[in-house]
């Protein structure tokens, strides 16, 4: 018999409310496969075990008492990545500069979390300050992807991907600012959702890049994504940028077919570059949608190819701002100086990897006097042509249908020593974030050599209803998913 | 003695920092108040904590809009935020959050009066901002006070229009009074409500073209300003003299010294990399808001000492002690208003009141002298019940535990006494009691009597009504 820790929030609720299962049986055999599994994996960097332990038994003292449950989430574990605040809880960032730091407050999701009964397993690795595309540049060491241990679980949510998808998590939430949830789903073989901005307050998120941040779920299945979406969006006044629109039931959405609806290809996104793999993967996955009941034709999103400029002149002149309060004043690490300046520099130089200042330089850079014009300005026009792009393919269909990276999983270290090819892999998921829209990543399929593939559909401003009722059809009609969270690598590979 | 040497002229612009009077911070609900222990007025917001966000406080923005409508400042209906980048260990976040080329107010003018000539003084814009925390240094260690960063600070932007220290002391003045009127901020010098940047710089006379300026920063009194510019117009003229240039720069004054010295260049200028603010939506009025706003605006002082020498015949001067703080107009107003006698109304809030006030050193709005008990006091006198003596007396009673005027008065029997048997016998005591003075008023020197009539009132402690005193001193002397 699967062991708990391989089935879906969804399949676990169930089970609870069955009786056939306790929280404290759920947790426990997710902590054993932790222990298993996460010095090989590492995807976890923190562990809420004696408090998770605890949390699962007061849920089932409550069950047992006849209380009504709090939510589906109630007494079912989950993951949060290393940069949502939550009380008592080190929230580092996989960064050397807020070593020692505890947030003494909880970010909004962690609050909705807590409300709704769910229980805050571990901390999962990321990229430093949520800066990289593949978990490599996290301080405390890279996380590395279940189906393949020399790979990368893509990132920067990678940690929350990697635990989903080995077995060391139900489900997690990550963050994603140009890609970093649909991108490490679609390399570990998981659902990552990316919600519209402003869908999800942001608050007590550690900030990359403000207008770019997005919370969201990486989980099981599209069922639980949606279940989990449910739970964490809505309107939180501490978010100015958070929307005042009414949560719908998401899983009321989930259904069979999917005909009446207009799916586009955006050519610039089947273009050169693209892994033959990754292609053929997802044309497959627009027919089994026209097989479906949908319509499915190509579109164009004419700016794409000056995205991803424009995403790390914007995202880098955000970050440069968000991270200078990271001075060894306050909180987390200090090296001592000779004066406040030196003593910036000096907590900065060690407490920073290499990733996170050449990413400060260039957005300092970019809006430095003289050059905001020709830089900053400049992009944010660009990122104007690609939210009406968007617009104007969402005249025509109801949602896009694309890959979610031109490649799977790459090796460890393959992109370590060229950052922009590191950049160019996000070409597919940046201008998602740019125009403020949302995206999901399903799995769809196989490399030869066993590697998981991603789907990525893309829905207008508040499409998250739409993405999950066209992500759910196509997995129920595959079902990868079974072969993702339950079997290992292995078998996978046996079945091919 | 402030105004420079003849052949050259100098030119002043001020950029005045004014903490809004608000009940929170600008993008938190911590308080804002002064005087609390370090650092017990923050929270992850305010402190800049990893994940914490800026929520706008809509009160900061309607004071601010206040600011600029009684300023006579154009508003931005669509203003924002903008973040400006730079490090010192009492900013959070390292970053201020202000606004930087679409302020809430644009334009403006303030009027000011000095040596009896009026001036106008043209304002570049009023934008709004966080406060920073508060460096604190010890013997072999600092430390920093965040009880007041992201306090609500507006930063108004004078053009050079001021000539002299004087006229940029006058402008500090009459700002203070018009923010204050407004109830915009409590404008505590000694709180550190108010702060100001100075930029001057001299020109020969007949340049049409401004000299290379100065700035000095941290201003925070008046008197501080008012001796810097003079110091520093003093030291731009003696170099511009030497044949020597200004150095474009941010200087210091050092008030112990009594001189400014020089900070940074302009070479070393901050880098401010100003951009939007993504946290922050732009700040977005409607037009009917702001005219609900100019609706609800107070009457600027200068209208209203206008109005007090036009309505209450009022001298200009009396009119202007009367208008110098708006709870003081308000208090004479309704003094004036209770009583009817508009100069005697005048008369004791300008004397007795403020003296009482000055004395104690309270504010008027800690007196307990009622305008109503203060128009009794004026009635009882108007009507010869008592007399001015007895009424500045009452009024010392009033002033100590308040009450009503007439109680007092019947209480303590401090009643004028009219009865002229009493008086006629007080009367004929202080005759035979100063025979020689008495001689005197019979050969003719008249004013012996006011010394006579001194007797009668020392004698009946003050009641004695001084008009009948002094008719039964004549009856009795000349009869």
């Not at chain 1, 001075?327 to 000779?338: N, S």
């Not at chain 2, 009940?23 to 904590?49: D, I, M, Q």
């Not at chain 2, 009141?353 to 709005?365: F, N, P, Y």
């Not at chain 2, 008990?373 to 007895?390: D, F, Q």
Request: proline residues 6%.
């Amino acid at each position: 018999m699967a062991r708990l820790s391989s089935f879906a929030l969804h399949e676990l609720s169930a089970k609870l409310a069955a009786g056939e299962c306790s929280s404290v049986e759920i947790v426990n055999d997710l902590l054993d496969a932790i222990a298993e599994r996460n010095g090989e994996l590492h995807a976890y960097l923190w562990l809420n075990a004696e408090e998770a332990r605890a949390a699962a038994a007061e849920a089932d003292r409550r069950r047992a008492a006849g209380e009504s449950p709090r939510s589906p989430l109630d007494g079912l574990p989950v993951a949060l990545k290393d940069n949502l605040s939550a009380r008592g809880q080190p929230c580092g960032c996989a960064s050397r500069i807020l070593e020692g730091y505890r947030a003494p407050y909880d970010a909004h999701v962690v609050e909705r979390l807590r409300a709704a009964g769910a229980i805050l397993l571990g901390r999962t690795n990321m990229d430093e300050f949520a800066m990289g595309s593949s978990t490599e540049n996290s301080a405390y060491g890279p996380t590395r992807n279940p189906w393949d241990s020399e790979r990368v679980p893509g990132g920067s949510s990678g940690g929350a991907a990697a635990a989903v998808a080995g077995g060391l998590a139900l489900a997690a939430l990550g963050s994603d600012t140009g890609g970093s949830i649909r991108q490490p789903a679609s390399f570990c073989g998981c659902v990552g959702l990316k919600p519209t901005y402003g869908r999800v307050s942001r608050y007590g998120l550690v900030a990359y890049a403000s207008s770019l941040d997005q919370i969201g779920p990486i989980a099981r299945d599209t069922r639980d994504a949606a279940r989990l979406l449910g739970i964490i969006a809505g309107r939180d006044a501490r978010d100015s940028t958070s929307l005042d629109a009414a949560v719908p039931d998401y899983e009321a959405a989930l259904g069979e077919r999917l005909d009446g609806l207009r799916l586009g290809l955006p050519r610039e996104y089947f273009g050169a570059g693209l892994d033959p793999e990754v292609e053929r993967a997802a044309r497959a996955a627009a027919e089994q949608c026209r097989a479906l009941g949908a319509e499915v034709f190509e579109v164009e999103l004419p700016h794409t190819p000056y995205a991803v400029a424009a995403y790390y002149l914007l995202a880098t002149a955000e970050a440069s701002a968000n991270l200078a309060r990271f001075d060894g004043v306050r909180y987390g690490r200090r090296v001592e100086g000779e004066d406040p300046t030196d003593l910036y520099q000096r907590t900065r130089a060690a407490g920073f990897g290499p990733e996170v200042k050449r990413r400060i330089i260039l957005g300092a850079f970019a809006l430095s006097h003289g050059y905001y014009d020709a830089y900053y300005l400049r992009a944010q026009k660009v990122r104007t042509l690609i939210r009406r792009d968007f617009e104007a393919a969402f005249e025509r269909c109801d949602a896009l249908l694309a890959p979610v990276a031109p490649t799977p999983a790459y090796r460890l270290g393959e992109k370590t020593d060229n950052p922009l090819a590191m950049y160019l892999g996000d070409i597919l998921t940046i201008p998602v974030n740019l125009a403020g829209i949302c995206g999901l990543s399903v799995p769809c399929g196989f490399t030869p050599g066993g590697l998981p593939i991603g789907l990525q559909i893309i829905a207008p401003a508040l499409g998250e209803e739409r993405a999950l009722r066209v992500g759910h059809a196509y997995e129920q009609a595959t079902r990868w998913m079974e072969k993702t969270s339950h079997a290992s690598p292995s078998a996978i590979r046996g079945q091919r | 003695m402030t105004s420079p040497a003849p052949e050259f002229l100098a030119s002043i612009g001020l950029e005045t920092h004014v903490q809004l009077r608000t009940a929170s911070k600008l993008f938190c609900g911590c308080a804002r108040a002064f005087g609390a222990p370090p650092n017990t007025l923050v929270c992850p917001v305010c402190l800049g904590l990893p994940g914490a966000m800026p929520t706008v406080n809509r009160e900061a923005v309607r004071l601010t809009v206040r600011a600029g409508l009684l300023l006579d400042c154009e508003i931005g209906l669509r203003s924002k935020f903008d973040r400006k980048s730079y490090f010192y260990p009492d900013m959070p976040k390292n970053y201020q959050i202000s606004q930087y080329d679409r302020p809430l107010c644009i334009g403006g003018k303030l009027e000011i009066e000095v040596g009896g000539a009026r001036k106008t003084i043209r304002l570049t814009r009023i934008h709004l901002e966080e406060d920073v925390g508060k460096s604190l240094h010890f013997e072999s260690s600092s430390g920093v006070d965040f009880n007041r960063a992201g306090a609500p600070l507006m930063e108004i932007v004078s053009e050079p229009d001021l000539a002299t220290p004087d006229e940029a002391m006058a402008y500090l003045l009459a700002l203070k009074q018009i923010l204050v009127y407004g109830g915009i901020s409590d404008a505590n010098l000694e709180e550190g409500n108010v702060r100001c940047d100075i930029n001057v710089s001299v020109r020969p006379a007949g340049a049409t073209r401004l000299g290379t300026k100065a700035e000095i920063k941290n201003m925070n009194t008046f008197k501080g300003v008012h001796r810097a510019l003079t110091y520093e117009i003093e030291r731009q003229i003696r170099v511009l003299r030497a044949g020597g240039a200004i150095r474009q720069e941010t200087r210091r004054w050092d008030d112990a010294a009594g001189r400014t010295e020089a900070m940074r260049s302009k070479e070393d200028a901050h880098d401010y990399r100003y951009f939007p603010e993504p946290d922050l939506l732009p700040i977005e009025l409607t037009a009917e808001e702001v005219a609900a706003w100019r609706a609800d605006l107070p009457e600027r002082p200068a209208a209203r000492r206008a109005r007090f020498v036009a309505a209450y015949g009022l001298p200009e001067y009396d009119a202007g002690v009367l208008t110098a703080e708006k709870a003081i107009a308000d208090y004479f107003e309704a003094v004036a208003r209770a009583c009817g006698n508009f100069k005697a109304a005048s008369n004791w809030v300008m004397t007795e009141v403020l003296r009482a006030l000055g004395e104690r050193q309270m504010d008027i709005a800690q007196l307990r002298v009622t305008p109503a008990a203060l128009a009794a006091l004026i009635g009882l006198v108007e009507r010869k019940v008592i007399t001015m003596p007895t009424a500045k007396e009452v009024f010392a009673h009033l002033f100590e535990r308040g009450g009503d005027p007439e109680a007092i008065v019947k209480e303590k029997g401090l009643a004028q006494v009219s009865d002229t048997g009493a008086i006629d016998a007080l009367a004929e005591a202080a005759i035979a009691a100063h025979p020689s003075v008495a001689a005197d008023y019979r050969a003719g020197k008249k004013p012996a009597l006011q010394f006579l009539v001194g007797q009668v009132m020392k004698a009946s402690r003050g009641k004695a009504n001084p008009q009948l005193a002094a008719e039964a001193l004549k009856r009795k002397l000349e009869g």
